[in-house]
């Protein structure tokens, strides 16, 4: 089980990762016209897609619901499943 101290550094690395996923998505729309990238990297040709706004959308939920999760658990709450408190 982990530490008080381990649970609040895992929720403040999801909340980080919570706003770099903002920030994809926000730089999606500003640049909606570019769907991939190719690039050289030495070991031969390498291309990236760019996840959709599904994908994001979806990524952000889970990580709403990991932090939801983990501060129910700072709190002594019971656990968790589909954003309720099934014991608290």
Do not use: P, V, W
Not at 6 to 18: C, D, G, S, V, W
Not at 21 to 44: M, P, Q, T, V, W
Not at 52 to 68: F, H, P
Request: aromatic share 6%.
């Amino acid at each position: 089980m982990a530490t008080r101290i381990q649970t609040q550094e895992r929720i403040a690395r999801k909340r980080k990762q919570l706003e770099l996923l903002y920030k994809a998505i926000e730089g999606s729309i500003e640049h909606a016209e570019i769907e991939s990238y190719a690039f050289s990297d030495g070991n031969g040709n390498q291309n990236i897609r760019r996840r959709s706004l599904a994908e994001q959308q979806k990524l952000i939920t889970e990580l709403e619901k990991e932090i939801d999760t983990l501060e129910c658990s700072l709190r002594g709450g019971g656990i968790q499943t589909f954003g309720t408190n099934r014991y608290g």
